[in-house]
């Protein structure tokens, strides 16, 4: 059997079989729990997706409590580059366990990664992630482009900066970041002394904004969008393809 490689370059001793999966990412735990419901022991206090996930909880993406993960004995650890932090994983790889680690920043490259990161929880491809490929792949992108600013948080005022998935998906939908050039991943900026832009595209989360909270900010067209559809992969970006298109008022596809 080929070893298992991870994103990082890493080879993490998967066993032949795996039975017990902790996922650090909500992402991920979706992935696994959509493609194999029952993997999942253990989870993070972020992992709201599937509904009813029966999982251990293990405190959140940055703060996971190593001990109680190393107790429940996985054979595979999950976690991302961006979402987890080197110290915690190390801690995880020093206790014995295996960690795969995912590098997702665009739309192609995360379905790549996540049949990879399947294909090391020794599972075949699941439909939805065949589904959501055929799906992106068939999108028409806007036509002239779109200028968008993406804001995630206020007082401070904070917006999607460059390096992100959430642009990235965007950009696929023809809807370039005005911010994209910023030295920083989630800028501060002030909505009077934006770059040129003709949309503003506000998530619900993390910041919940609303009709009545966010766009009288902006001169600008405001569009609220599920943030699950701009910031999660997996299953959810068969959602998102089917979704944001009309949201944002473009083409489903081809």
Known sequence: MNPVIDDEGREPAVPAEVRRVVSLVPSLTEAVEATAPGLVVGATDWCTHPAGLAAERVRGTKNPDVEKIVALAPDLVLANQEENRL??????????????VTDIRDVDGGLASLGRMLAACRLAEPDWL???RELWAAIEPASPRRRAVVPIWRKPWMAVGSDTFTGAVLDRLGIGNVLDDS???????????????????LPDEPYLFTADDGPESFDAPSVLV?????????????????ELPAAFGLAAGR
Do not use: C, K, N, Q
């Open 87 to 100: 110290p915690d994983l190390d801690a995880l790889r020093d206790a014995g366990l295996p960690v795969y």
């Open 130 to 132: 065949r589904e959501a």
């Open 183 to 201: 030295p920083e991943r989630y800028p501060r900026f002030d909505p009077a002394t934006l770059p040129e832009h003709d949309l503003v595209v």
């Open 226 to 242: 599920s943030g699950r559809l701009l910031t999660w992969y997996g299953p959810s970006l068969v959602e998102a393809a089917r």
